[in-house]
C-alpha cells in the first residue's frame, strides 16, 4: 500500500518540476517583473522619488500603495521595450512586449488601475 507521504512527495516533486519548466518557458517568451523586487530596488535607489514612502509603508507593514506599484511596473515595462525596440523575436515588434508580472495584482481594485494606466498606454 503507498502511504500518504509517498504520494505527497511524488505530488510536490511533479508540481515542482512543473513551474520550473514553467519558469524557463516564461523566460524564452516573456520578461518577468517581480512586484517586490521593483519595490526594493526603487527604495534603495538614490534620488528616488518614492523611496521613502516605500520605506515607511515596509517598516510599517502596509501594503505600497498601489499608484506606487503601478507606476514602478509602468517605468520598467517601457525600460524594457525601449531596450527591445530592434528585436525581431516573436511577440516583442512593433513596440509591444510580453510580460510576466509576479505579486501584483493582489486585489480586483489593483487589476483595474493597472489595466486603466498601464494597459491603455
Known amino acids: ?30 520578461l518577468r517583473f517581480l512586484a517586490g523586487d521593483l519595490l526594493r530596488a526603487e527604495q534603495d535607489r538614490e534620488g528616488s522619488q518614492y523611496g521613502d514612502l516605500i520605506k515607511e509603508y515596509i517598516k510599517e507593514g502596509k501594503i505600497v500603495p498601489m499608484e506606487v506599484t503601478v507606476k514602478l511596473l509602468e517605468n520598467a515595462m517601457r525600460s524594457a521595450l525601449d531596450e527591445r525596440k530592434e528585436s525581431t523575436h516573436p511577440g516583442w515588434q512593433n513596440g509591444k512586449g510580453r510580460f510576466l508580472i509576479d505579486g501584483f495584482p493582489r486585489k480586483m481594485d489593483q487589476a483595474i488601475k493597472f489595466d486603466e494606466t498601464v494597459i491603455q498606454c
Open 1 to 30: 500500500m503507498i502511504s500518504y507521504i509517498y504520494l505527497v512527495r511524488v505530488f510536490s516533486i511533479k508540481i515542482f518540476n512543473y513551474l520550473n519548466q514553467y519558469r524557463s518557458l516564461s523566460f524564452t517568451l516573456c
